[in-house]
């Protein structure tokens, strides 16, 4: 049996060698921590301090209760825990499983299994109901919007990121508040929480009204995003590698030539001599404060991309060593990336490899005038890569060592730090305008200035279609800032009819998603992209005016309403920064008490007055749209109206994305 006691606002439950604490975090939250280790780890990680509340709390001879305002939880005489809300309607129990018939044993919810050490590889289980919903957990490519019957790797991988956060449709929040590298089954039969190598269990529980309540409340725990510069709302123009300072200029000159808004321009990999070097190499960017003066001149910021590998041939490699500012191997060679060099990574869990990176930076960017960072590589990546054959990425956090433990432990926070590094360094300079680009993520990271992309995506439909629903579970975990590049990564051929389609519909997509970015891959590859020198690793033309004039003037005219609809953008970027509130967002969000609108996963609202609904399929001319109850929505391309709560059909020719306004929104958005 447990028993129970009580330590100022915290409830405390012993037994079986197990110590359990639960205790208020903030507004209608409750914190549970559990461990063997006979203390408890009382590390924040990522969390933000929050004001104490006064929790109820009483004991009684076989269960004990707590409650904080809009949430109770019981832990019964076994240790079980089930959560309420404050007028006792059921939220998430605990799942043990009484099996003891003959031999069979007690299966408990909390599972530890002995690591070295104090690890533990752990597994919590709790019931599972099967109208449940569940919303957020990051970015998964994996073409689910209700992540319900999911199992989801907990670990940060290009394309894929853990942001261990889920939105119930039962009406709670639910943070797994642990860096460890494992796993999340939401399935039929149990939702079960892994971690391959923890301490202890630590989660957070929250109960508020409504979806869009939970997320608010989870962003007073994890941080909201500083206010988005206007300029960052504008376009950003990128292609795989503008090789020198005059082919960047030169595209740069011609946006506007044309009178085409441009607002960033990026320089990416590969402009240094060495991974790890972070700086340019003259033999190419001569003259960096020049390229930034001009673009500056011309309303145009510039992004220099920074990869976290440090090559073994870098400038920087041997004092980063012999300080132990690197990730180490536990056994073997210290190489654990290998893309165009035997590299390994800055350590972003040591405070001093941050302050070596930013003022690395500072020394070799900063000075120049560039205030922007696209911090690739953030996951970070591990294997052998080339752009020629598969991937051969062999995630062995075993044998990783960061400064804050082994990699099965803490992996999936280098993100936070990474991003850290730069925010902080910035904000040293005294700067208040921070804007970087990050391609993984973890909790809390938006409270550093970080716009997250999708990663290295295929250009195709299918890539879109999933792209829409993981940007929305993205935005439910609290992340306002996200992007995709449009027309994906992976290949398309400016020259093919069919890539030329799909460009003109993710563009559409694009104009309404938080960040509006061009990026990609295109073809033609050089014959062997990962032994040809940097020069050669250029890929094919990605600008507005490359894929043919019919194009082209579907995105001189989007570029144009982008621009137009700045002012719309940035009030729901200024809600983002004082409420938490995404501006892209899924229909239930505003419309919680519309059931329908929980199914819908190829719409979404932009701001609270605008609905987008995206071509998605080759082909398509005409697509059917959810219109949510309780509102009346106007066709922005012909101003007819109709009553929420019904389906209906709409045309889509090539040049027309579907955009409803909300009860007599008047925004421009057609010409």
Known sequence: MVTFSRERNRLIARGGGETVWLEPFGTNCLRFRSTLCGHIDERDWTLLPQPDTKAEISIESEKATIRNGNIQA?????????????????????????????NADLQKARHYTSQKGDLFAIDLSFVAH????????????????????????????????SIPFLVSSRGYGFIWNNPSIGRAELVRNHTLWHAEATSQIDYLVLCEDTPADIVRRYTDITGKSPMLPEWAAGFWQCKLRYRTQEELLSVAREHKKRGLPLSVMVVDFFHW?????????????????????????????????????VDMKSENYPQMAQKGLLIRTERGVPAIFTFRGMTTYFDSTNPEARSFIWETAKKNYYRYGIRMFWLDEAEPEMGIQGFEYPNVLA???????????????????????????????????GENEIVNLI???????????????????????????KQLKAGLNMAMCGIPWWTTDIGGFWGGDPEDPRFRELMIRWFQYGVFCPIFRLHGF??????????CSAYELTGGPNEVWSFGEEAYEIFKELLYLRERIKPYIMEQMRRAHEEGTPPMRPL???????PVTYDIEDAFMFG???????????????????????????????????????WIEVEAPLEVIPVFLRDGTKIAIST
């Not at 939220?91 to 043990?96: F, K, N, P, S, T």
């Not at 340019?280 to 309303?299: I, N, S, T």
């Not at 295109?522 to 032994?531: K, S, V």
Request: aromatic residues 16%; charged residues 20%; proline residues 6%.
């Open 522 to 531: 295109r073809l033609p590859y050089p014959e062997d992209a990962n032994r």
């Open 608 to 646: 609270p007055d605008i609905m987008v609904a995206p071509v998605v399929h080759e082909g398509e001319r005409k697509r059917k749209i959810y219109l949510p109850q309780g509102a009346q929505w106007e066709e922005a391309r012909n101003g007819k109206t109709y009553q929420g709560g019904q």
């Open 395 to 429: 995630y062995d956090y075993d044998n990783i060592r960061y400064h804050l433990g082994n990699g099965l432990a803490v992996s999936n926070i280098y993100p936070f730090y990474y991003a850290q590094a730069f925010y902080e360094g910035m904000k040293s300079e």
């Open 74 to 102: 019981v832990i019964d005489g076994h240790g079980g825990v089930q959560y309420y809300t404050s007028d006792g309607q059921p939220l998430l129990e605990e799942l043990w499983i009484d099996c003891r018939a003959l």
């Open 439 to 465: 391609r993984c993520a973890w909790l809390g990271i938006q409270r550093f200035g970080v716009v997250v992309w999708s990663g290295d995506i295929p250009s195709t439909f299918d890539s879109l279609r």
């Open 273 to 309: 001599p060495y991974q790890g070097d972070w700086r340019f190499d003259p033999r190419y960017w001569p003259e960096p404060q020049a390229m930034v003066q001009e673009l500056e001149g011309a309303g145009i910021k510039t992004v220099v991309s920074i990869w976290p590998t």
């Open 130 to 161: 099967e109208n449940e919903r569940f919303y957020g957990m990051g970015q998964y490519a994996n073409n689910c919007f209700n992540l319900k019957g999911c199992v989801l790797e907990l670990a940060q991988k290009n394309t894929q990121i």
């Open 588 to 594: 239930f969000f505003d419309f919680p008490h519309d």
